[in-house]
Structures are given as C-alpha cells and as structure tokens.
C-alpha cells in the first residue's frame, strides 16, 4: 500500500447491515497501521451507514469495536417483528429506538460541535434529506446551524431508510435519497475549500458497501409491466449517482490521491438481514485486501498509478 499523503479523508457509503463490509475492511487497516482510524482521519463524511461509521471514528472507537457493534446489534435492530411483517400496511418496518439506544452509549450525548472543539478536532460531514424543505442537510460540526444538535439525531436522520425506520423529527430521512450516498465529493469539496488541504498534500479513502449483481437478462425489460420497472429504475438511479460522484472527484480534483474500493457482490444482500452477517465479513475481508494492495475500483474508472505487489492479510 501506498503511504497516505499529510492529510487523509475518508467517505463511506450507505448500505444498512453491509456496513459490515466496510467495519471489517477498516479493522484489516488499523491492524496495518497499528494505529485506530481516530489517528488516521481528521475528515470523515457518510451517508446512512456510513454516517454511524464516520461519527463513531470522530468518537474514538476503533474499526474493530464497530464491526463487533454491527454483529452483536444487527439482530436487535432488525428484528422481525409484527411490524415488518405486516408492512406496508404499516408505516415502517422496524423501531428505530435499539439504534437509537447503542449511538447513546457509545457515542454518548455529544454534539456535533464537540469534534470541532476536540484536540486534534476532526471535521464531519453526515448527509440527511429534509422533506419539508426538500432539499438535502450537510450536518457539520463548524456550522452555527448544527453544532449544537445531538451526533445521536444527525446520525438516526442520515440512517432512516424511507418506509424501513420512521422519520426523524418529522422531516428528516436518509441521506441517500438525494444524490449522496456515495459522499466522496462531500468529502473532497470540504478538505479543500472548507479545511483548505491541499490535493496534493491529501489522501481521499471512499469506500463502498458492495455491488448487486447485475439480474437482468437481455430481453426481459421487453416484458416489464409497470410495477416492475420500480425496482430496477430505483437501482439505476442509486448506481448511477454513486459513478457520478467518483467521476466528478476524478475531474476536478486531478491532484488529490484519491482511492475508491468497492467488492462485487456475488449475490444480492439485502441491507437489513443480519443472517447475511457472515458473508459480509468475507467481503470486508477482500475489500481490507484491496485497500492493502492499491485494488481500486477500475470498474468506476479508478485505475491504480502503479502495479503494487501483493500483501498478505
């Protein structure tokens, strides 16, 4: 692996349950570094998933504590219930409160403006969509508007799936509804216009939370009726929007050594089934691979400056 420049960042994307993959890629890098990812990152930005991981770096907690969270947590927080089962003749799937109990104890009752005043403060950038304004919120702890609200709501808000947990607030849902749930160009955006890191000084990590297998076979849209074409249109907009915030970092931020990884999925892991736990830690064990050997996600157009020799995990 290439040494990071002075300046490292880190964008993760959203996923549910396949935080896992990501938790678990990152304990393979701390285990590298012999140094937790509190000591690696002073920019951390997520979105849904993504947004527990990047606050519970900014709190301290090790890569290995959080994937133990997700294993241990999973279960609780999507648990099947009358609720799910009976969804959607219900509003949502699952209670948001075992969520909201873990952020509490780990992260405690810390605002978003204590990373800001902690010594050496860490900048975090945490996505949520507010419909009432229809728009989406980059929670920032520098913000006047946001210092003061609790890490705990900016991160049940970033994570509140639409139809799987209920709204935040009454306004406030997952990040990813809007174009971010890859924040990568959130992340490069802020180091250098916010913090004023140079790209060339600044390592950008962005990490995915797994590809879908591609299901559909040519031919088959031709008999598509209108509720089918639901689902593969709500897949193509997430994809698509993913690729473009990879594309747009690689065009405009030419300077930046910026890494993307992602693991292709061999097949389709829905992001609140806990009993998927185990082959997500496989797939958190490649990507740590990849992130140790330079493997960057060539099929985004991310292709490494050099070959790099293999190292064992």
């Known amino acids: 692996m290439k040494e990071f420049r002075k300046h490292v960042a880190i964008a ?3 996923g549910g349950i396949r935080g896992v993959i990501v938790t678990r890629a990152l304990a393979k890098l701390e285990a590298h570094l012999h140094k937790p990812c509190h000591e690696i990152f002073r920019l951390t930005a997520g979105t849904s998933t993504g947004s527990i991981i990047s606050a519970g770096i900014a709190a301290g907690l090790t890569a290995e504590q959080m994937y133990q969270l997700y294993v241990q947590l999973g279960p609780a927080i999507f648990r099947k ?20 109990d873990a952020l509490r104890r780990h992260i405690g009752d810390k605002k978003m403006g204590d990373f800001w005043k902690a010594d050496p403060k860490t900048d975090v950038v945490i996505t949520a969509f507010d419909l009432v304004e229809n728009r989406t919120r980059f929670i920032k702890p520098w913000k006047s508007e946001y210092k003061n609200w609790p890490v705990v709501t ?15 607030e009454g306004r406030y849902v997952d990040g990813g509804v809007g174009s971010y749930a890859n924040p990568c160009y959130l992340a490069a955006y802020e180091l250098q216009f916010v913090l004023g890191w140079k790209p060339e000084e600044t390592t950008l990590i962005s990490l995915g939370t797994g590809r879908d297998p591609r299901h559909v076979r040519v031919g088959e849209p031709s008999r598509y009726g209108a509720l089918d074409w639901l689902e593969p249109l709500v897949g193509a907009f997430l994809r698509s929007a993913d690729d473009q915030q990879v594309h747009l970092v690689e065009t405009f931020f030419k300077k930046l050594d910026f890494r993307r990884f992602q693991v292709d999925l061999e097949e389709e892991l829905p992001v609140d089934d806990p009993r998927s736990i185990p082959k997500l830690s496989v797939y958190g064990d490649e990507m740590g691979r990849m992130i140790l050997n330079d493997q960057y996600d060539r099929a985004l157009g991310v292709t490494p400056p050099r070959p790099a020799p293999a190292v064992p995990v």
């Open 154 to 168: 900016a991160v049940l808000a970033s994570s509140t799936i639409p139809t799987y947990f209920p709204v935040v």
């Open 12 to 14: 993760i994307d959203g």
């Open 81 to 100: 219930t009358w609720r799910s089962f009976f969804w959607p003749l219900t509003r949502y799937r699952y209670s948001s409160q075992p969520l909201a």
